[in-house]
């Protein structure tokens, strides 16, 4: 059984991708209690999302602080507030600066299939707009482990959509959506069931998931 795993959870805007966690907890799919919901943007919908189930939030206003640095502390002394297994990026369009306790305990997904259309100012619709506009033929999402560079870090899971002729930014998000809610949660499953293993710029996954039994039964959403 994998063991239970806290999740922090930082967010940006909607908090789709932190709905999805929701859902996927409640319905017994993924077994994590979202510890903190961190917003770097206040009266955002996904806090709005994350107190409706009563999970702890914080808002840390990235207009606040003079620089990265400063920002970026003051995330980690609200994630600091509990305890935290795994810091999950859903959505957060500010850079983090990851201090070295939490080194290999962050994740990001990415609505593109890294290293194309990713880095600074690549995000949401921007990126999709891109993958059009440049006339690729498939997209796609990619979790991969944060570090301190702009969508830098070792990948972990990798799906893939067709561009269609006709695709719109908003369509295209559409299709590459339903292959987040699928990637993301296997991502932290695998790492809560202790099968990533970071290998230079590979993460190697130790052992299939399918040999890891799921739940049976729904966890809390929040807190303990």
Do not use: W
Request: hydrophobic share 40%; net charge neutral.
């Amino acid at each position: 059984m994998i063991k239970k795993i806290n999740l922090g959870v930082l967010i940006s805007g909607s908090g789709n991708t932190l709905q999805n966690f929701i859902d996927q907890i409640e319905q017994g799919k993924l077994n994590a209690a979202i510890q903190v919901v961190i917003s770097s943007k206040p009266n955002v919908i996904g806090l709005e999302r994350a107190r409706k189930h009563n999970i702890p939030t914080a808002v840390v206003p990235y207009s606040n602080y003079k620089n990265v640095d400063a920002f970026s502390q003051a995330i980690t002394a609200e994630l600091d507030k509990y305890p935290i297994d795994l810091i999950t990026l859903a959505g957060f369009v500010h850079f983090y600066k990851i201090p070295e306790k939490y080194k290999g305990k962050v994740m990001n997904i990415h609505p593109g299939l890294i290293p194309a259309f990713c880095g600074h100012n690549y995000y949401g619709n921007k990126v999709h707009e891109a993958v059009i506009n440049y006339g690729a033929k498939v997209s796609g999402c990619t979790v991969h482990f944060a570090d301190n560079v702009y969508d830098n870090g070792p990948i972990i899971i990798q799906r893939t959509v067709p561009v269609l002729e006709d695709d719109t930014p908003e369509s295209l998000a559409a299709q590459v959506f339903q292959e987040e809610c699928e990637a993301y949660p296997e991502a932290i499953r695998l790492f809560a069931a202790e099968r990533l293993k970071i290998e230079g710029r590979k993460v190697r996954i130790l052992k299939p998931l399918d040999d890891v039994p799921l739940l049976d039964h729904p966890r809390d959403v929040g807190t303990d």
